[in-house]
């Protein structure tokens, strides 16, 4: 099993930049890519980017040109550098691991709040 735990999330002024980190644990020999998630009060759960284990990466349209995720060679620690941060993007930022066999993310972490003002 792989454990996740974020950290880095807090308060930041509209323009600004934060960085969130993810620590990964466990059987990460399995692990074959790992995602950033938010979800925004009363909002759907929503991608925001992924990175695989060729490092391949992909954002979300809302991001892209402002966050970039990225991760050490072990995969112990996946990381969200996120500038030019804007209000709408308040929001709980999760971090999730895909294993092979699974077609979708199957472990997650308890996520980190990042909230943004005007």
């Known amino acids: 099993q792989v454990q996740l735990v974020e950290s880095g999330g807090g308060s930041v002024r509209a323009g600004g930049s934060l960085r969130l980190s993810c620590a990964a644990s466990?059987?990460?020999?399995?692990?074959?890519?790992m995602a950033w998630f938010r979800q925004a009060p009363g909002e759907e759960r929503e991608f925001v980017a992924q990175i695989t284990r060729d490092d391949s990466t992909n954002h979300a349209d809302s991001v892209k040109g402002r966050f970039a995720i990225s991760r050490d060679n072990a995969w112990n620690t996946v990381y969200l550098q996120m500038n030019s941060l804007k209000p709408e993007d308040t929001a709980v930022y999760y971090c999730?691991?895909?294993?092979?066999?699974?077609?979708?993310?199957?472990?997650w972490g308890q996520g980190t709040q990042v909230t943004v003002s005007s």
């Open positions: 999730a691991a895909k294993t092979y066999g699974t077609s979708w993310y199957d472990t």
């Open positions: 466990g059987r990460l020999f399995n692990v074959y890519a």
